[in-house]
């Protein structure tokens, strides 16, 4: 029966790759395996002391940190897809790329023992304006997989500063400074958090977070998992 509504689904609403358009075909989830087979690959999942965790050193304690793929940085299919979850309202593959995160962080085995996965927030303004947050679907589709609770709404913006995109690298530290805040401490007390967004680029906005879940909850540890990452080893 749910392969028969999948199948009633798909004659209306057909599953292409949200990376080259391509249908998708039998079996293929995510994106197609033409696109699974050249995806610019971090292979962090499966390397403790990669270049990303390394960006936290002397900043936030990280206990592990990984990235599914390399941000490109000309024009790609890639970079379309990312832009199209983050301002078109293509939610559905946020969540199906956080899945395929999740099967990732399970492969490399660097990631077991999080307890539960917090999804870094927008403001209210910013997200009614979206409509959604990406990194809640991303953060859902990790923890569909690893088979843990999201947090979502317990982990707030406090402050509705200016897009990071819109800032200068220089100044991207100072405008995230101080902006979250934990509602309720108590959830997260003695937990392994695993913080989830869509793409990391100074480390900024997580490093802020991580250290207002901090001040928060000192007994957590925490870890971080991306889909993206502008970082290059």
Not at 3 to 12: E, R, V, Y
Not at 129 to 155: C, H, K, W
Not at 195 to 211: E, K, Q
């Amino acid at each position: 029966m749910k392969n028969l509504f999948s199948d009633l689904i798909g004659l209306f609403v057909p599953r292409v790759c949200p990376v080259c358009g391509a249908m998708l075909l039998e079996g293929e989830s995510h994106v197609c395996t033409h696109c699974k087979l050249t995806a610019p690959l971090t292979g962090y999942s499966h390397d403790v002391d990669n270049s990303l965790y390394r960006t936290f050193w002397g900043i936030v304690p990280v206990e592990r940190a990984s990235a599914l793929i390399y941000f490109p940085s000309t024009e790609s299919g890639w970079r379309r897809a990312i832009h199209n979850f983050k301002y078109r309202g293509h939610w559905r593959t946020a969540r199906s790329f956080g899945e395929w995160v999740g099967h990732d962080l399970l492969a490399g085995e660097l990631f077991h023992g999080v307890d539960v996965v917090v999804p870094i927030p927008l403001h209210p303004r910013k997200k009614l304006r979206r409509g959604y947050n990406q990194s809640d679907y991303i953060a859902e589709g990790i923890a569909s997989v690893l088979g843990v609770p999201t947090s979502i709404g317990n982990v707030v913006r406090t402050r509705h500063n200016p897009s990071q995109t819109l800032t200068r690298s220089s100044e991207r530290w100072d405008n995230v400074r101080e902006i979250f805040a934990v509602r309720h401490p108590e959830r997260l007390a003695g937990k392994h958090i695993l913080l989830v967004d869509d793409v990391f680029t100074t480390g900024a906005t997580i490093s802020s977070c991580a250290l207002a879940i901090l001040r928060s909850v000192p007994d957590v540890r925490i870890s971080v998992a991306t889909l993206a990452t502008a970082h290059r080893d």
